[in-house]
């Protein structure tokens, strides 16, 4: 018996040691923006892991996000990806709250800044900006202008069906709520937002995004897989302005 437990401890002790010796897997993250000489090198969407290093010219910038947050990169230069992270818990936080959609009563509020023209969460429609948006509820469509000054009307229909509801943005107001009674949305369906002066602001579609995505690099890579280009540009855009900081 005593020679069994000396046995099992021995093991164990064995397979503690191995598992100790294995190799740490390095951690990936995913280009969200490249700009410069060398964007066509590292396409937004490319993996790259900490201990992966990358050149660079001068003029480039390559905003990399990962579990931890994000690292911006700038030329010219040799680089490892997992040196000096510039991490921004908190602004990835408030830009991908899914309450924030929620919670806003029906009509309108004030923006998170008043007078600031950068949407303050990515789930927030812009009126001003083409392509496919992401949500999480297809029930739940707060719209957001860039701008705060004056009584406005924007017009969202469906190109299909011909359905269209109105939302106004009361004076100094960024965020308004989409009636859902009144114009459902369908996903894939083209929607048209139309202006003020009944000009085409933005064509839009929706994607459900499924999943609840509270990494940064997890986020990107749904975002990237589904389309929604105009949401990843705003999530690049803010967390590497909240880093620049420390940027190199």
Do not use: H
């Not at 499924?210 to 855009?237: M, N, R, Y």
């Amino acid at each position: 018996m005593f020679s069994a437990r000396i046995t099992r401890t021995a093991v164990a002790l064995a397979l503690a040691g191995a598992a100790l010796a294995l190799p740490v897997a390095a951690m990936a993250g995913v280009v969200v923006k490249s700009t410069g000489p060398s964007a066509t090198r590292y396409p937004v969407g490319t993996k790259l892991d900490d201990d992966a290093s990358i050149t660079l010219k001068a003029g480039d910038v390559v905003t990399v996000l990962t579990a931890d947050g994000t690292r911006i990169i700038k030329g010219a230069g040799t680089f490892r990806v997992g040196d000096r992270p510039q991490v921004a818990a908190d602004r990835f936080a408030s830009l991908t709250r899914k309450r924030a959609a929620t919670r806003v009563r029906t009509g309108a509020v004030r923006g998170d800044n008043e007078g600031a023209a950068t949407n303050p969460s990515l789930w927030y429609v812009d009126v001003a900006r083409s392509g496919t948006i992401c949500l999480y509820d297809l029930a739940t469509v707060r719209l957001w202008r860039p701008g705060t000054e004056g009584t406005s009307t924007y017009r969202m229909f469906n190109r299909e069906t011909g359905a269209a509801v109105d939302v106004t943005f009361d004076d100094a107001v960024m965020i308004a709520a989409l009636d859902p009674a009144r114009l459902p949305i369908v996903e894939g369906a083209p929607y048209t937002i139309t202006g003020p002066d009944n000009t085409t602001s933005a064509q839009i579609s929706f994607v459900l995004l499924e999943g609840d995505f509270t990494a940064p690099d997890a986020l990107a890579e749904a975002l990237i897989g589904k389309g929604c280009s105009v949401q990843l540009e705003t999530l690049a855009a803010s967390l590497e302005a909240a880093g620049e900081g420390g940027a190199e």
